[in-house]
């Protein structure tokens, strides 16, 4: 079955330190895309970053990056220097191949950064 | 750009009352998608259409039916309102030509049956 998981359902950090946030799939497909989304209590779902399965490197957009450990599958999202503004839901997320796009879920880890 | 809007933002049903959720894109995007959103979880996938004139079921479509009216438009109807439909509908749209397959979500509507 295709699942995402995240186990963490809330974390804290401080201002300006880094977080982690876990995230493990599960696919038996070769190719297969891994996302990142953000929600901030105002609700809308904002993209921060994409690893691609057949991508060498790991992922980064400014912040953001992507630790993608492919034997481990496992794709945790490293923001770096937090600001309060970081506070939200990060909902990890994956595309399987052939899916047309789809996206399946995981439940989503509750950030709060504390000042 | 407005990117992806969505219409109406709340609604209150009654129980067996119908409503259609409106959505449209103007990315040019090919793909669109529905996606309802329950109080601690992920959002789960309801219907999608790759391409104007296809649609395809998705992981909880009972209770709903779409239409793809054009390229731009992807609407998702309620024909008989469950108080297990009270849910956060967002719509999305991608590209599935580009590399990332990302999707571009919608404000969202709060739908609440009673």
């Known amino acids: 079955a295709q699942k995402i998981t995240q186990t963490q359902p809330g974390m804290f950090v401080q201002e300006k330190e880094a977080v982690t946030l876990d995230c493990t799939y599960d696919?038996?497909?070769?190719?297969?895309?891994l996302f990142w989304y953000k929600q901030p209590s105002s609700g809308e779902m904002i993209f921060l970053i994409y690893q691609g399965s057949y991508d060498q490197q790991n992922a980064t957009e400014g912040r953001y990056s992507l630790n993608f450990q492919k034997a481990r599958k496992s794709a945790n999202l490293v923001i770096s220097a937090s600001q309060l503004g970081d506070s939200a839901m990060y909902f990890c997320?994956?595309?399987?191949?052939?899916?047309?796009?789809?996206?399946?879920f995981g439940k989503g880890t509750k950030l709060s950064v504390k000042p | 750009n407005a990117g992806v809007t969505q219409t109406p933002k709340f609604q209150v049903l009654k129980t067996g009352q119908s409503m259609t959720l409106q959505c449209a894109q103007d990315m040019n995007h090919n793909s669109m998608y529905w996606y309802r959103q329950d109080p601690g979880m992920g959002l789960r996938l309801i219907y999608y259409?790759?391409?104007?004139?296809?649609?395809d079921k998705g992981e909880v479509p009972n209770g709903y039916n779409v239409s793809r009216l054009n390229k731009r438009e992807f609407s998702l109807r309620l024909e008989s309102a469950a108080p297990s439909q009270t849910s956060v509908y967002f719509c999305a749209s991608s590209d599935l030509t580009s590399t990332t397959y990302e999707q571009y979500f919608g404000p969202g509507t709060r739908l609440t049956v009673t």
């Open positions: 259409s790759a391409s104007e004139g296809t649609t």
């Open positions: 997320a994956m595309s399987p191949g052939g899916s047309q796009g789809n996206l399946i």
């Open positions: 696919t038996s497909d070769p190719s297969y895309g």
